[in-house]
């Protein structure tokens, strides 16, 4: 028989069925994605879509949008319009919260990465019995929400607080060290609300590791040093930059903690939005905010997974 032939030949039963149940397979799974998709469409598109349409419109003066077309939202991040002369002059205002934020953003994850990297190696050299306990340990802060948690930080650091009294008990202090409402206890407030949040992916990362590696450099003669910085820590890079992710895009955003222990005078970018939508009454220059905020985030993090998925590859 020629090839001409067998090209020709109509498929067997066995071809088709196995044809028809992959697609049968493939529908089932569009199918069973579908309440999925529907989910993300209209509490994350969707909601999406409404911020990006408001900020392109006019504020209406007592909440709410005029339907008309304006970019002043995104002119009025960066500028504002004098009332005689109707000229643009430069106001920093915004940007200069926007840096505050990520100064909090970033001295939060360098902290909890230091806090947290020693934390989670301890867990994950436990015996196997033992680091589900560390790990109910270092989950306890989450049976209760955040507001509660950032309550109990400010009755501990205010003036008549657990701290100052125990100071003030012990003869080290004459009067009470003010730190709420200041910068110390916004810091302060967030890594502890978000320093869980970068043990477990450094935890889940170490437990995996092979310390047989480690014994391995330890018999080439390696250092302390030599082995952390050259065996440990590439190895934990995935965990790294999972925890610095989940620490830092949230800590970005903060809202709760910085409304709280920073009382409304030292404002980050969450507040700030928020004061567009109640207060300021200016749901556009908020939409513009918020996006503005997404789109430094998202540019943020497609330079830094370049510049060190080769690295984690390679580790």
Not at 100 to 123: D, E, N, Q
Not at 248 to 273: C, E, K, N, R, S
Request: charged share 10%.
């Amino acid at each position: 028989m020629t090839t001409a032939a067998l090209s020709s030949a109509p498929p067997s039963k066995a071809a088709l069925f196995e044809a028809k149940a992959v697609k049968s397979s493939a529908r089932r799974n569009r199918l069973l994605s579908l309440p999925a998709l529907i989910i993300i469409g209209i509490f994350g598109v969707l909601p999406l879509i409404i911020i990006c349409v408001y900020s392109f419109l006019v504020a209406a003066p007592y909440g709410g949008v005029q339907w008309q077309f304006s970019t002043d939202a995104y002119l009025n991040f960066l500028f504002q319009r004098d009332i005689f002369d109707d000229t643009l002059q430069f106001t920093p205002d915004f940007l200069i919260i926007y840096l505050r934020s990520f100064l909090f953003a970033v001295v939060t994850t360098v902290i909890c990465l230091l806090l947290g990297f020693p934390t989670a190696y301890f867990m994950a050299t436990r015996p196997p019995a033992q680091r589900n306990w560390w790990v109910l340990l270092i989950t306890i802060p989450f049976w209760s929400n955040l507001l509660v948690r950032t309550l109990a930080i400010m009755f501990i650091i205010r003036d008549e607080g657990l701290i100052n009294n125990a100071l003030i008990g012990l003869g080290v202090i004459d009067k009470p060290i003010t730190m709420l409402y200041t910068n110390f206890a916004i810091q302060l407030g967030l890594l502890y609300a978000f320093l869980p949040f970068m043990v477990l992916p450094l935890y889940s990362s170490l437990e995996k590791l092979d310390f047989r590696l480690i014994e391995a450099a330890y018999d080439l003669y390696a250092t302390r040093r030599q082995v952390l910085w050259r065996v440990i820590i590439p190895l934990s890079k995935p965990g790294i930059i999972a925890g610095c992710l989940l620490v830092f895009i949230p800590a970005l955003g903060a809202y709760v903690t910085p409304l709280i222990l920073g009382g409304g005078i030292h404002l980050m970018i969450g507040d700030l939005i928020a004061q567009q939508f109640g207060s300021g009454r200016n749901w556009p220059l908020g939409c513009a905010q918020a996006l503005i905020l997404m789109a430094a985030v998202l540019v943020a993090l497609y330079f830094y997974v370049r510049n060190t998925s080769g690295k984690v590859q390679h580790g």
